[in-house]
């Protein structure tokens, strides 16, 4: 079956070859064609194809589903009253994550499955169509399995996360816990990912303990990706880019090395500003990474400790006003940044043979997104060519 989406006042591509040159791939009174679950054609309205359906978007912008590289939505309770704490100068520290984990361990299957749900929903009604979650929150080998089994019933995206803090029960035996997580937590988890994901910040794990994690994830055949420079300047976007790590996420501080190195190389440079948001840290400087040449996406790292946020338009607008992108930068970053971040090119972007996840807009621009904060805009969502209800 064919649809034809026409009456698109604006249309985002993020195919550089088409419209205006940029980026963006900005076309004005578009259409596109959608075949199954594919987009088929792109172009002017007044050169659409026939198809089996038409759908008007009453001059509407529309853009590629936002595509959440960074998000943790595997976990049971809520840390309100940390996030509250914070507004009364208390620091965020890695340490708040054995609260959750505390809470993961005791909640049951059903109620994490709710969980990731409901976050679900959440996310795509802002107009997420991918997102990927990672495990983290339980930090023994069932309560990992667990996380990524769960993880799975709803993305393909999914990242073993045993490295994210050293739970309290190994606090004297850390060693011994990086021996578990590249060992039989590794083998009971590789299974269930994609992914390999390693916190590599003071309070968590350092550059050595990253690297023996993230090798022995790639010998199983798992992509990697790290945490790192998010609560200062550390090794781990160093050895993200030497591992040749698809992303390297937070960059919140960041040497003159790093930002060189991410230039020079295809690891993807993830901000993350729901998080400086919500623990009250510096901004990441993206405009710094962009003009250096870096790659750079943009997620919501929804996760109930340092950014419980589902609303990636909300991220786009700090990222305009505090981490120095351009409406159109952080719309791409957020797309195609996203897809570049998660090796996925049949997202992020409006090109024939993508698939067929669009956003239609209630404003006449993207621009909107960040000029309308917190405004809910979007009006419907399309993911592989079906409509959202
Ligand atoms: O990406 N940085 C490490 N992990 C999460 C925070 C998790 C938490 O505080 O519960 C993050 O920000
Ligand atoms: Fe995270």
Known sequence: MTVVHTGIGELVTNDPAVGDGSPLGL???AALVVDGDRVAWVGPVARAPAADHRVDHGGDAVVPGFVDSHAHLVFAGERSAEFAARASGRRYTAGGIRTTVAATRAASDETLTA?????ARELLAAGVTTFETKSGYGLTVDDERRALEIAGRFTPEITYLGAHVVPAEYADRRADYVDLVRGPMLDACAPHARWVDVFCEAGAFDVDEARAVLEAGRDRGLGMRVHAGQLGQGEGVRLAVDLGAAAVD????????DVEALAAGPT???LLPGVEFSTRTAWADGR????AGATVALATDCNPGSSYTSNIAFCLAL??????????????AATAGGAAALRRPDVGSLVPGA??????????????LA???GVPLVREVWRGGVPSE
């Open 250 to 257: 937070h960059c919140t501080y960041l040497s003159d090395d």
């Open 319 to 332: 990222a305009v006003r505090h981490q120095g992108l351009t409406p159109g930068e952080a719309l791409h």
């Open 371 to 373: 000029y309308r904060p």
């Open 288 to 291: 710094r990474l962009l003009d």
């Open 268 to 270: 993807v440079a993830t």
């Open 115 to 119: 969980g990731v749900a409901g976050l």
């Open 27 to 29: 076309l004005h009174d």
């Open 355 to 368: 698939r067929a996840d669009l956003v239609r807009l209630a404003a006449p621009s993207f621009v909107h």
